[in-house]
């Protein structure tokens, strides 16, 4: 499955984004996915996760109440949904998707197969 991550940009603090994670070469059936971050100088971190059946979701606590993400198998396409930004989520993010079924695993970077390249966002003051 190849990953397409769109939708970053340049806002002010407090405005909001939405990313997009469309697959391609197959569907989102069967795979969970997670949105990651890695701002300049720091390691990847996750920021989100969803089920492959998107009915669980995770949220780290750094974003939670502000960031939600979602899935339209419709579409083929997962979602975050980034509020009330902040110049301390300034980095590159990136999805990826998992074959995992225990969300808990869902926070590391070594549960996903497979990734999409990084979208940039950027939020200033």
């Known amino acids: 499955v190849q990953l397409q991550a769109s939708g970053g940009g340049s806002v002010q603090a407090g405005g909001s984004l939405r990313l997009s994670c469309a697959a391609s070469g197959r569907t989102f059936t069967g795979l969970a996915t997670g949105w990651f971050r890695q701002a300049p100088e720091k390691e990847r971190e996750i920021v989100a996760s969803i089920s492959a059946s998107g009915g669980r979701t995770n949220i780290q606590d750094s974003v939670k109440g502000r960031f939600t993400i979602s899935k339209d198998s419709a579409k083929n396409t997962v979602y975050l949904q980034m509020n009330s930004l902040k110049p301390e989520d300034t980095a590159v993010y990136y999805c990826?998707?998992?074959?995992?079924?225990?969300?808990?695993?869902?926070?590391?970077?070594?549960?996903?197969?497979?990734w999409g390249q990084g979208t940039q966002v950027t939020v200033s003051s």
């Open positions: 990826a998707a998992s074959n995992s079924v225990i969300l808990s695993n869902l926070r590391s970077q070594t549960a996903y197969a497979y």
